[in-house]
């Protein structure tokens, strides 16, 4: 089986982690680890996800709360505190869905959520997952506060395949964009 490639040789990767480094990385003035979250962390990753009203309408912490017992999650902790998480859905032993992603909206945009999803990728890639997906609001829905979401998941390797307004499930009038990344065989 070929290795995972590291962050330097993948065209995805913008993570701080230095070639070939193991474990904890230098974040800021403290240091971040990714770890499988447990049911002690929802709490924590719930107060996360109400800090982000632009993102998370009222309804999904319950959604959030049911899929954290059905599914897999991980959370990515910086200072001692846990500062993001992702649930994924794995739907078969090839592919796999990222359902939920979130930082602390104080600490986004200094690659907490580059650094999750790249564990997430790289243990998930390790178990033969081949394909993950990751669905996000659509460009076309003229919503500002997802162009970042978007440029995370492009900036991550996932390309978009399409595009469905309206997704079951989903209010109509919010395209829903299907974004996949498949991972090295
Ligand atoms: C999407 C999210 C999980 C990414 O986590 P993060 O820690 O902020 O991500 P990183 O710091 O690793 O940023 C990586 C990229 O995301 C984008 N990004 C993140 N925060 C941004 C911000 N505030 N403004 C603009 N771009 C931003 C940039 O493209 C950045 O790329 P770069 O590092 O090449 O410049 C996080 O920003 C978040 O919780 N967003 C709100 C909730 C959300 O959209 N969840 C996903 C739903 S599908």
Same mark, same amino acid.
């Given at each position: 089986?070929?290795?995972?490639?590291?962050?330097?040789?993948? %065209?995805?990767?913008?993570?701080?982690?230095?070639?070939?480094?193991?474990?904890?990385?230098?974040?800021?003035?403290?240091? $971040?680890?990714?770890?499988?979250?447990?049911?002690?962390?929802? =709490?924590? $990753?719930?107060?996360?996800?109400?800090?982000? #009203?632009? /993102?998370?309408?009222? =309804?999904?912490?319950?959604?959030? %709360?049911?899929?954290?017992?059905?599914?897999?999650?991980?959370? *990515?902790?910086? =200072?001692? !505190?846990?500062?993001?998480?992702?649930? *994924?859905?794995?739907?078969?032993?090839?592919?796999?869905?990222?359902? @939920?992603?979130?930082?602390? #909206?104080?600490? %986004?945009?200094?690659?907490?959520?580059?650094?999750?999803? +790249?564990?997430?990728? +790289?243990?998930? @890639?390790?178990?033969?997952?081949?394909?993950?997906?990751?669905?996000?609001?659509? %460009?076309?829905?003229? /919503?500002? #506060? /997802? +162009?970042?979401?978007?440029?995370?998941? !492009?900036?991550?390797?996932?390309?978009?395949?399409? *595009?469905? =307004?309206?997704? &079951?499930?989903?209010?109509?009038?919010?395209? $829903?964009?299907?974004?996949?990344?498949?991972? &090295?065989?």
């Amino acid at each position: 089986m070929s290795s995972w490639p590291r962050v330097e040789q993948r %065209r995805w990767a913008t993570s701080a982690r230095e070639p070939g480094a193991e474990g904890p990385i230098g974040h800021h003035d403290g240091v $971040c680890t990714v770890r499988v979250a447990s049911v002690d962390d929802l =709490d924590r $990753c719930l107060e996360v996800v109400g800090g982000l #009203p632009d /993102y998370f309408t009222p =309804d999904v912490p319950e959604k959030i %709360r049911s899929d954290f017992g059905r599914c897999r999650s991980w959370v *990515v902790v910086d =200072d001692g !505190k846990v500062a993001g998480f992702a649930v *994924v859905d794995k739907r078969s032993p090839q592919v796999a869905e990222i359902l @939920w992603a979130a930082v602390d #909206p104080d600490r %986004r945009g200094s690659g907490l959520g580059t650094r999750l999803v +790249e564990d997430v990728l +790289e243990t998930l @890639w390790a178990e033969g997952v081949r394909l993950v997906e990751a669905k996000t609001l659509d %460009r076309s829905a003229g /919503y500002e #506060p /997802y +162009e970042a979401t978007i440029a995370f998941w !492009k900036g991550r390797g996932f390309l978009k395949v399409d *595009v469905i =307004d309206p997704l &079951p499930g989903w209010e109509p009038g919010n395209p $829903c964009a299907i974004y996949v990344a498949p991972l &090295p065989s």
